[in-house]
């Protein structure tokens, strides 16, 4: 089994794709029209055309059919749920403490919080043990599983459907580029042909998903 997941393209999409992720490296319209000016001119997203698309715009275009809040208390539920530790409360206050500690930062509007994805400071990840008080040695899978699932839907829900859009709706004389790799090596690149993930972690996490 963990043998056959490392040469699952679905799998290793998934992860490369948290990796751009966390290091905010996805081929948002900004991105690539800094990377080649001619091809992309236009860097305003597609869908609201209402703003750059940027990284953080991403997740927050009003065209997105969910929220980033509203995705967050759906993983948080779902995990909690699976370790029959859930109630609402819990689940009010493992969102609240997520949305102080990850945050996307519009460049544009530094007033609006950060969001860094895929990297929890410890003290928030011992309120969020202390807040789903799961026994035992459970407990500490719990952040980081919140954190896999937050990428896996916002690929799911939020990048993937973008994509579509970009493909069916493409005015712009663009190719498909989501999938073409960097010319230059960018660094998740290096770090996702370098990452070996427990896979432990991933048994537990294909459970969960029963
Ligand atoms: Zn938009």
């Known amino acids: 089994m963990p043998t056959k ?5 679905k799998y290793s999409k998934l992860k490369a794709f948290k990796i751009k992720l966390l290091l905010e490296e996805l081929p948002t319209m900004d991105v690539l029209h800094v990377r080649d000016f001619a091809k992309y001119s236009n860097p305003t997203c597609m869908r609201c055309k209402e703003a750059t698309e940027t990284y953080y715009h991403i997740l927050t275009c009003q065209e997105n059919t969910t929220s980033l809040r509203h995705l967050l208390t759906n993983v948080i539920t779902k995990i909690l749920k699976k370790y029959q530790t859930y109630s609402e409360a819990k689940v009010t206050q493992i969102t609240r403490i997520f949305t102080n500690n990850i945050s ?10 950060r969001v860094t994805l895929g990297i929890l400071p410890s003290l928030a990840t011992r309120e969020i043990n202390r807040t789903a008080a799961v026994k035992g040695k459970k407990q500490t899978q719990i952040p980081q599983l919140i954190l896999h699932y937050i990428a896996k839907e916002i690929h799911e829900k939020i990048w993937k459907p973008r994509c579509a859009y970009k493909y069916t709706n493409n005015t712009r004389c663009e190719q498909k580029d ?8 960018s660094t998740a690149q290096m770090i996702s042909q370098n990452y070996n993930p427990q896979t432990s972690e991933n048994n537990k996490l294909l459970k969960i998903e029963k």
Do not use: C, W
Request: hydrophobic fraction near 15%; charge should be negative.
């Open 104 to 113: 996307i930062s519009d460049p544009q509007n530094p007033t609006i919080n």
């Open 178 to 185: 989501e999938d073409r790799e960097i010319p230059t090596q």
């Open 5 to 9: 997941r490392e040469t699952n393209p």
